[in-house]
C-alpha cells in the first residue's frame, strides 16, 4: 500500500490508488457516504490506521447520516464550531456543505468572521441553539441545566439538543485532528471547499 507524503502534513497518507484491503474497503465506505468522488483528506490523515479510521467514520456518519435536526443546521453547527476552535479549514469545508443545503452567503460570511454567535443572521430559536454548541466548544463543563431548559423553552427537543451537542464534540475532535496533524496550515483550503456547486441530493 503506498503511503503519500504532503508537505506539512506529519503523517503519511495513503493513496486512494494505491489503497489495499481494509483501507481500501474504507475508502468506498467513504466515498459512498461522503458522495464525493475522492477521499477528504481529513480521513487520509488516519489512513494507516485503518482501526482508527473506522472510529473517524462512524463519528462523521453519525453526525452526518439520518439525523433529526435538518441537515444545513448540522452543517452550520460544524462550520461554526470549527470557527470557535479556530480551524479556518473546516470552517471552508462546512460552510461549503451548508451552501449545498440552502444556507446564505450571508450566513457562510457570518460564520466564517464573526466571533460571537449574536452575530450570526439567524432567528432567536436558532440562535438559543447557536449559544448552547458555542458554550460546548469553549467551556462544556459549565454548561447548565438552566442553559439546557431555556434552549428547550426556545423550541429544541431534547434529542434535537442531543445532537446539536454531539456535532459540536465532534468537531472539537475533528478540529484538532486536523490542525495537531498539520493539515489545517498545510493548504488554505480543503479539496471539498473548491468543489463546484451540486444540487443537495447530491451530497451526503
Not at 503519500?4 to 468506498?28: F, M
Not at 482501526?51 to 448540522?74: K, N, Q, S
Not at 493539515?183 to 480543503?190: E, F, I, N, Y
Amino acid at each position: 500500500m503506498g503511503n503519500q507524503s504532503v508537505p506539512g502534513v506529519r503523517v503519511p497518507l495513503v493513496d486512494e490508488a494505491e489503497a489495499s484491503g481494509e483501507t481500501a474497503d474504507l475508502y468506498d465506505r467513504i466515498k459512498k457516504t461522503t458522495n464525493l468522488p475522492f477521499v477528504p483528506d481529513m480521513f487520509r490523515l488516519v489512513s494507516t490506521r485503518p482501526d482508527l479510521l473506522e472510529v473517524v467514520l462512524a463519528g462523521y456518519t453519525g453526525v452526518f447520516g439520518d439525523g433529526v435536526l435538518p441537515r444545513a443546521t448540522r452543517e452550520m453547527i460544524s462550520a461554526w464550531s470549527s470557527k470557535i476552535n479556530g480551524c479556518p479549514y473546516c470552517v471552508g469545508t462546512h460552510n461549503w456543505f451548508l451552501t449545498q443545503f440552502g444556507g446564505s452567503a450571508e450566513l457562510t460570511r457570518a460564520i466564517a468572521s464573526a466571533n460571537e454567535p449574536e452575530e450570526l443572521p439567524v432567528d432567536a430559536r436558532t440562535l438559543a441553539l447557536m449559544q448552547l454548541v458555542t458554550h460546548v466548544s469553549r467551556a462544556a463543563y459549565k454548561v447548565t441545566d438552566e442553559e439546557w431548559a431555556r434552549v428547550a423553552a426556545a423550541g429544541w427537543s431534547d434529542e434535537e439538543m442531543l445532537e446539536a451537542v454531539f456535532t459540536a464534540a465532534l468537531f472539537a475532535f475533528i478540529n484538532r485532528l486536523v490542525d495537531g496533524l498539520g493539515l489545517g496550515s498545510s493548504v488554505a483550503h480543503s479539496r471539498i471547499s473548491q468543489q463546484p456547486d451540486v444540487d443537495a441530493e447530491g451530497v451526503a
